[in-house]
């Protein structure tokens, strides 16, 4: 930030334009091909991925396209800014392939979804459900909402690329630095199909200035790597420290579900209780099904691991 305001031109810091810097915005444009398989759209820059959302539900609503459908069990606050744009959402179940795309209802246009690391079952999208949701989009002339959700921290699989790289004119793409730097920065992006014109709320202009110069130089790159040595290494002690427990969505994200033969909401009440916060899963899901806790371990210090999982276990033999 310091070299953004001692080299940067006068005329930068006039009134800004509403998509963003042309700097970041071509930046970001190239990272996302690079490491995301994007393919080239209109990049928006905006205040984060429920920013971005925000805008496309607007313009969706706008085009008189009210029904959203979205991922059950998902990220209700993703659900609440539709909803407060206008849209009815209609939830989908998930399962080990990620979204059923066969039970997306009729008449609804338009889908959000998180093909990389489904939030919070932790499941990856597969190539025969791709194929089948680019297809509905096809077919119903809809748009897909693409939430690049935990892409950047993967461990044990291959990196999957973008759905939008597959079909652009389909597919909005959108992303943040909130799990790779801070959420206190409130930057995002948006990739969208070209004919999409979205209002959003871009972050101020040094710090996108900032954000470009960090991408350019690589440090931004060097600044993930490490990050995924740091996560992974912080997983495999947290799932070791659970022991045998049944667990899944670990290959990916800074996340795991703890599957239970108990009652979800009294384990959380007791860990609560104990210093340990997690979070029953029916709290993303529209009705309640098999128990089963998440376990958010990225700010989570590393050497209180074992600890959180020990007063954990307690938690679950006395609940």
């Known amino acids: 930030m310091r070299e953004v305001l001692a080299t940067t031109p006068h005329p930068d ?7 963003g810097h042309p700097r970041l915005r071509r930046v970001l444009g190239d990272y996302l091909r690079r490491v995301r398989g994007a393919a080239p759209g209109t990049v928006l820059v905006c205040g984060g991925v429920t920013d971005g959302v925000a805008g496309v539900c607007r313009a969706l609503v706008e085009r008189g396209s009210t029904r959203l459908a979205v991922e059950d069990p ?18 989908v179940p998930v399962d080990d392939e990620g979204i059923d795309v066969g ?19 932790g499941s990856v999208l597969s190539p025969r459900r791709r194929a089948e949701l680019l ?11 693409e939430d690049d959700y935990d892409a950047e921290f993967r461990y044990d699989r291959r990196p999957v690329g973008t759905v939008q790289g597959t079909d652009p004119a389909r597919v909005a793409l959108f992303g943040s630095v909130s799990k790779t730097l801070s ?3 409130g930057l995002g992006w948006a990739v969208l199909p070209p004919q999409w014109t979205v209002r959003a709320h871009p972050p101020p202009v040094v710090d996108q200035l900032a954000l470009a110069g960090f991408v350019e130089s690589g440090g931004y790159d060097r600044h993930l790597r490490g990050a995924r040595l740091r996560y ?30 108990r009652d979800a909401a009294a384990v959380v009440r007791k860990a609560k209780a104990a210093g340990v ?25 590393d050497s209180g691991v074992e600890a959180a999982a020990r ?8 609940a």
Not at 232 to 258: E, K
Not at 277 to 299: F, H, I, M, S
Not at 313 to 318: F, I
């Open 74 to 91: 998902g990220w209700t606050r993703l659900w609440r800014t539709a909803e407060s744009a206008g849209m009815t959402v209609d939830p």
């Open 103 to 121: 039970r997306i209802p009729a008449g609804v246009r338009a889908v959000l979804v998180t093909p990389a690391h489904q939030f919070p079952a």
């Open 183 to 185: 959420p206190a920065l």
């Open 277 to 301: 916060k997690v979070a029953d899963l029916d709290g993303y899901r529209t009705a309640p099904g098999e128990p089963a806790l998440v376990l958010g371990y990225g700010n989570l210090a």
């Open 232 to 261: 992974r290494a912080r997983r495999d002690r947290l799932v070791a420290a659970l022991g045998p427990a049944r667990l899944s969505g670990a290959a990916a994200g800074l996340h795991l579900l703890l599957h239970l033969d």
């Open 135 to 145: 297809g509905w989009a096809r077919d119903v002339d809809g748009l897909i909402l």
């Open 311 to 318: 007063l954990l276990r307690r938690a679950m033999t006395t």
């Open 13 to 19: 810091f006039g009134l800004p334009e509403p998509g």
